[in-house]
RNA sequence: GGAGGGGUGCCCGAGUGGUUAAAGGGGACGGGCUGUAAACCCGUUGGCUUCGCCUACGUUGGUUCGAAUCCAACCCCCUCCA
């Protein structure tokens, strides 16, 4: 590969984020010239982003660094078709107040990473129901249909592996590559917008676009995609006990975010830390090479960044103080999940596994009883004997807290009042 | 519209009248070893007021002393035909 001249294409591609391109010299020599606009489509399933997405929004966080200006498209209109890539089956479809509701959640993540405005090189956040929703059939399917090939549209990936394995591809999904499509042709009218990037399962969708922007405008399209992440283990990046590692701190707090990053494999520390912090990367370099115990510090580095990046610095650091306490002197911190317990309640005593429960470091009290008959309840560090252990006030230390734990990892506190 | 196949626990998948809270695998969680890592070994993996009780095999009824297993109706999915 030759060098590249372009700031943004040279970070990212020495970051990791770059898969391929549908012309990366070109690209280049435009990104290297003056700022363009790039966008990136996110579906509304969900009120929340998770760190399956992180991938996309650090490259438009890279991309508005770098003097050029992004788009978030909010796939209101596409999520009502559903997009089959990389899924087996359909899904579920989402009502209109679902889809306004998600994106409004997901509008608040954006605003962490992203400067939006209205000068040249703010953020821009797009809705494409503005234009697929008043789209007429006959109009489209004569204007834009022709222009697609259904033997082709066999070829692509998405379409292609649900008929291999047999499994049901609607033909209400079979029409998101080409909603997609005129997705691209839209912004690049409306916004000028010339890039579009996705995950690399999205190669398919983004060519179209651009080939449709080439047909019907004779427009230079650019697409580009990013690797699929996946862990050292081989397993889709982003599964914690609890579900999803979502972005919002409703949903996911800020403290067990800092823990999901402090707990990454240590194969994936390098990777991660150049995808997920705006660390320089000579920085990088060099935590990417610590060895042995060292290579904690590193991971409490892409704690302390990945968090901050989301959550902001303060809550970054609470989080980072909180698992000092908590796992390095064994004790506690603010941050631990808090339950409150009335005092009377524990002049009574409260049975073990019920506490834990309560606190939600188990989700049901049968869970609870047998995480302490395997060992793995704890009450202030010490070992929870036997099931039937009851916790009383003289558990509690002069602060009026007593600490529960569910395994060494994960920790909660039990707050005494009235 | 016709014919056939199928819906089982977080997932995959056995089970075709009782010994089935349901084999096996995966995942997850816990213990041991560690570095809040990986690998490895061991254990757990429906709920509860837990030596007992309750709820579960698409839904609703039925047969039977007894059903995930048999029957009926319904819902959903797949395949082939029209």
Not at 53 to 72: E, K, Y
Not at 174 to 196: I, P, T
Not at 312 to 337: M, N, Q
């Amino acid at each position: 590969m030759t060098a590249l001249k372009s700031d943004f294409l040279r970070e990212i591609t020495e970051r990791g984020f770059v898969h391929q391109c549908t012309d990366l010299d070109g690209l280049d020599a435009l990104m290297s010239e003056a700022p363009v606009t790039a966008y990136i489509g996110f579906d509304c399933t969900a009120d929340s982003l998770h760190v399956g997405s992180l991938v996309p929004i650090m490259l438009l966080h890279w991309l508005q660094r770098a003097g050029h200006r992004p788009i978030a498209l909010m796939g209101g209109g596409t999520t009502k078709v559903g997009d089959p890539s990389g899924k087996d089956d359909s899904r579920r479809l989402l009502s209109q107040t679902q889809i306004e509701a998600n994106m409004a959640g997901i509008r608040r993540i954006f605003d962490r990473y992203l400067t939006f405005g209205d000068g040249p090189g703010d953020a821009l956040m797009v809705n494409n129901d503005d234009w697929l929703d008043g789209l007429q059939l006959i109009d489209f399917l004569r204007d834009y249909g022709r222009h697609f090939s259904v033997n082709r549209m066999l070829t692509f990936d998405s379409v292609r592996l649900r008929l291999e394995r047999e499994h049901p591809l609607s033909f209400l999904e079979f029409n998101y590559m080409v909603l997609q499509a005129y997705d691209f042709l839209e912004l690049a009218r409306r916004h000028g917008c010339v890039l579009q990037m996705g995950g690399s399962d999205q190669w398919g969708n983004i060519v179209n676009g651009v080939e449709l922007g080439r047909r019907v405008d004779q427009r230079a399209l650019y697409g580009l995609t990013s690797p699929l992440i996946t862990t050292a283990a081989g397993a889709k990046m982003g599964k914690t006990a609890e579900g999803a590692v979502w972005l919002n701190a409703e949903r996911l707090a800020a403290y067990d975010y800092w823990q999901f990053w402090r707990n990454c494999d240590d194969g994936d520390v390098g990777r991660f830390l150049r995808l997920f912090t705006l660390l320089p990367l000579d920085e990088i370099n060099r935590l990417d090479g610590l060895d042995g115990t060292e290579i904690n510090d590193a991971k409490k580095m892409l704690a302390n960044e990945a968090t901050a990046l989301c959550h902001g610095r303060e809550a970054a650091e609470t989080a980072a103080e909180t698992a000092r306490r908590t796992f390095e002197r064994g004790g506690h911190g603010d941050d631990l999940p808090t339950l409150e317990v009335s005092r009377g309640e524990l002049e009574v005593g409260i049975a073990a596994y019920e506490l834990l429960c309560r606190a939600g470091l188990t989700a049901s009290n049968g869970e609870a009883r047998r995480l302490i008959k395997g060992g793995g309840g704890r009450l202030n560090n010490r070992q929870i004997a036997d099931e039937t252990a009851t916790v009383g006030l003289a558990d509690s230390d002069d602060d009026g807290l007593i600490k529960l734990s569910a395994g060494k990892k994960r920790h909660a506190l039990v707050r005494v009042i009235g």
